[in-house]
Every structure is written in C-alpha cells, then in structure tokens.
C-alpha cells in the first residue's frame, strides 16, 4: 500500500486568529504587524483583503499604509495564537496517530489505512477542513501526496480553502514547471546558485547534472535534486515520545446554550475524555483550563491550579467551578473546551517509546490508535447533547 500523507497549512494563521474574535473586521483588509501604534513594525499576516491591495508578510507597516490606507492593523497576540495552534492540532489528532507539527500553523498527517474511515483522500481532506472551519472558524489548504514535500508544495498550490492532490506521477506538469526558488527547502541563497548554474525551474532541478549539483552545494544538493523528482523518504514523525504538555477537548455545541445545566453536562463529558487520555498517557496535571466561546465568536479562557491528578472527576469538578463563575445566563455558549496541563516532570518514558519500537510493533501500535479513535468518534455520536456536524453526517452515509 502506498502512503497518503497530508499537509494541513492553516491559512493566514495569525489574522485568521484574529478574525475569530474580531468578526467587526470580516470583509474588510486587515493585518497583524509588530507595534502598529508607532507604525515602525513589519506585516506579521494579511487577511485576503488586504492581499488584493498588495499588502504581503514581512513588509514594513508605513509601506503597506501607501497600498492600503484603510488597512486594520492588529498587535501580535503570540500566546492567543499558540493556544489556538494547539486546539488545530488537537482535531487533526482525531483525524490521524501521526501528527506532525512542523510549525505553529501547519502539519503532516500520515493518512494512509485511512480511507476506511473518513474515506478516499479527497473526501478526508475535506472533512478536515471542513471540521477546523465548523469547530475553530479557521480556514486552511490541504496538500495530498505520497510523501512529505510533495504534500507540503502541493499545499502552496491553491490558497486559501484549496484541497490539492500532487502525486508523483504528475510532477512533469505540475510541479517541475514551477520557479526553483518556490521549491520547499530552497533558500534565497540557494536559489541564487542554481541560477548561475542555468538551474530556473524545479524540473531544470531535477534533470541537472547530479555531480555538478554535490560540487556547488555539497551533500543537499543530492538531496534537493532527488526530491525535484518527488523523491522523499522522510517519515511523518508524531512528537508523542516528546512530553506531553497539554491535554484538551473542545466541542462546538449543536445548538448554541445558555443554560448551566446543559453547560454543566457537556463539560462532564469533556473532562472524562480529558481525564481518560491523561490515565492512558500515564500523566498528571495541576492545571485545569476551560475555554468558553460565545455565540458572537467571542472566546475566554479561565484557569486554575489543583493538585496533581488524572481523574476526571477533580478534573471536572474544577473545570466547572470555573464554568460556574464566569457563566452568563444572557451570552449563549457555541463551543466548550476543557485541558489539563502543568503535568510532572518525571514521564513515563517506557509507556510514551512507541515510536521507537520495530516497524511491526508500530504498525499495529498505529492500528490500536486509530480503534481508539474510532472508538472516541463513536463516543461522540453516541451522545445526542452535542455533536460534530461534519461528522455527523458522513457518519450517516456510511456503513459502520
Ligand atoms: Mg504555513
């Protein structure tokens, strides 16, 4: 069987972000720039509006004023968009065992064996994106492939909202015409040596000479040509033997609430998948965090300390203690999120080394994981209180 693997690049991360909790300022050219009081700072993301004007990353902020003086401009909020980086990858965890991060608004997904499940790639792709939109507002592009560059150029192919399959066979017309500079792994300095070497194109990349290539860029030179001709034997490598940081859930409510009670259920659930994931891992946490987001896509956070634990009930019971506190019967809720985190030092590294087992012992490590999955999906139709459209509705058309 040949690997499906994913790339999911979240659109304009930082504005998209911004876009949630500022819904004034849908529609209209917006950005997030380094100190925009004293307009010395620099374009850290421009929504599409603010594209069309030509307003790009990393321009200084008094250039992008000249292009488009009705332009918004937000200061960074890093934390905000760690917290909700951390959320995306959460839902793209329900989707794939194998997640990896390769920055705070992308990964790799190994998809293969998934089909079974969320069906063909395309259609999977979709679910995705459609479940990041319906559950964080975010919009993102997926690049489908059998390795990790061509899924990570295909990505780049359509934006935003863009679901691009790029499979090796098809790399002569799609990817080889493309500017070398474009290629995933290609610098402005390397760039510019495989110019003075008659080198423009991706394809002039892959058809060059390869001793000539080793000489001018030593041992990546080898390594750029091969994957020019789509050739990438890199793994997705989850980080689940690093140390967990963090365990959530979150669920966008079928119908927005305003009742505690309601509320009160909802979290109970939460905090038992929470506090089931922490007892599985073999962690403890001294921190319990809820999220609540309003109906006007308002989002706070509350958190607090406790001892150290993984049982759901003092996971819960805090978490609604905090619930209870900030709970306005007057602002109807959309989504309810729960986390554990602050967990010891001292991990269970022998239940976290999975990945550094044989290849057969990850194989069915992997099949475990994605029962458990499924098992967790289940969980959530079977619960009539709060659903994931989405998934709602390709679990009805389906046979399981
Ligand atoms: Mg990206």
Redesign the pocket.
């Known amino acids: 069987m040949s690997s499906v693997i994913f790339l999911v ?1 979240m659109n304009s991360f930082f504005i998209s972000c911004e876009m949630t909790r500022h819904p004034e300022i849908k529609g209209k050219p917006a950005a997030v720039a380094g100190d925009p009081a004293t307009r010395t700072g620099i374009i850290l993301t421009a929504n599409y509006d603010a594209r069309k004007f030509g307003v790009k990353t990393t321009m200084p902020v008094h250039q992008a004023l000249k292009l488009c003086p009705d332009l918004v401009l937000l200061p960074p909020d890093h934390r905000f968009y760690s917290e909700t980086s951390r959320q995306v990858m959460d839902i793209l965890s329900g989707f794939s065992p194998v997640v990896e991060e390769n ?1 705070i ?2 990964a790799w997904l190994d998809m293969t064996g998934c089909e079974g499940l969320f069906g063909d790639p395309a259609s999977s792709a979709e679910l995705i994106m459609n479940t990041l939109q319906t559950e964080l507002g975010l919009p993102c592009s997926i690049g489908i492939s059998e390795n990790k560059f061509l899924s990570k150029m295909a990505s780049e192919m359509k934006k935003p909202l863009g679901i691009t399959e790029l499979w090796r066979k098809d790399i002569g017309q799609k990817l080889w015409p493309l500017p070398v500079q474009s290629m995933y792994g290609v610098g402005k300095q390397t760039a510019g040596k495989l110019k003075a070497m008659g080198i423009h194109t991706i394809g002039d990349l892959a058809r060059s000479n390869r001793e000539a290539l080793v000489k001018k860029l030593g041992k990546s030179g080898a390594e750029l040509q091969a994957l020019a001709n789509g050739f990438d034997d890199n793994l997705v490598q989850s980080h689940a033997h690093e140390a967990v940081k963090s365990i959530g859930r979150s669920v966008t409510l079928a119908e927005d609430i305003s009742d505690l009670e309601n509320a009160r259920k909802v979290l109970l659930r939460l905090s038992e998948e929470v506090g089931r994931t922490a007892r599985k891992q073999a962690v403890k946490g001294r921190t319990v965090q809820i999220s609540i987001k309003y109906a006007d896509f308002r989002t706070i956070t509350r958190q607090a300390t406790i001892p150290a634990t993984s049982h759901t009930n003092e996971i819960f019971e805090q978490g609604y203690e905090l619930l209870r506190k900030n709970w306005n019967s007057r602002q109807p809720v959309r989504l309810l999120g729960i986390s554990l985190s602050g967990f010891d030092s001292g991990q269970p590294a022998e239940q976290l080394s999975m990945f550094d087992s044989n290849a057969e012992d990850a194989e069915s490590e992997k099949l475990v994981k994605l029962e458990n999955a499924l098992d967790s999906l289940r969980d959530k139709y079977g619960k009539s209180i709060v659903n994931r459209a989405v998934l709602m509705k390709k679990e009805s058309g389906s046979s399981k």
Request: proline share 0%; net charge negative.
């Open positions: 690049d920055s608004d992308e």
